[in-house]
């Protein structure tokens, strides 16, 4: 008798992270990580938190609820490469909702 192995494919999903740069100020970008090497890391829907509003309470606040009801987040781009990340923060499903909403008032 012959045995099929049969076999699942799991996709993963790639994980959704708010990134800053080294820079003064900082840069901060949220998107889907496709590729890092080191300190460089390429994401896909990114978008970039121009402003977040002192209701997110800090940077850490961001992640955790999104960027605030003053906040500005730049339209979505398809992919973008950003050199010198100091900080990766995984996104709560919260904050990517906000962030995805692209709030600027």
């Known amino acids: 008798m012959e045995t099929k192995k ?6 993963t999903a790639r994980p959704f992270v708010l990134i800053a740069t080294r820079s003064r100020p ?6 889907t990580v496709a590729a890092k ?8 829907d ?3 938190i121009v402003y977040f509003s002192a209701d997110a309470h800090g940077l ?3 992640v ?5 009801r003053d906040a500005r987040v ?8 950003v050199c010198g990340v100091e900080l990766d923060a995984t996104c709560t499903a919260a904050a990517r909702a906000a962030i995805e909403a692209e709030p600027w008032r």
């Open 64 to 68: 955790a609820g999104g960027p605030g």
């Open 46 to 48: 990114a978008r970039m």
């Open 6 to 11: 049969t076999t699942t494919k799991t996709k």
């Open 26 to 31: 900082w840069t901060l970008i949220a998107g």
């Open 60 to 62: 850490l606040g961001v």
């Open 74 to 81: 730049s339209p979505r781009v398809d992919s973008v490469t």
């Open 37 to 44: 090497n080191g300190d460089t890391y390429t994401l896909g």
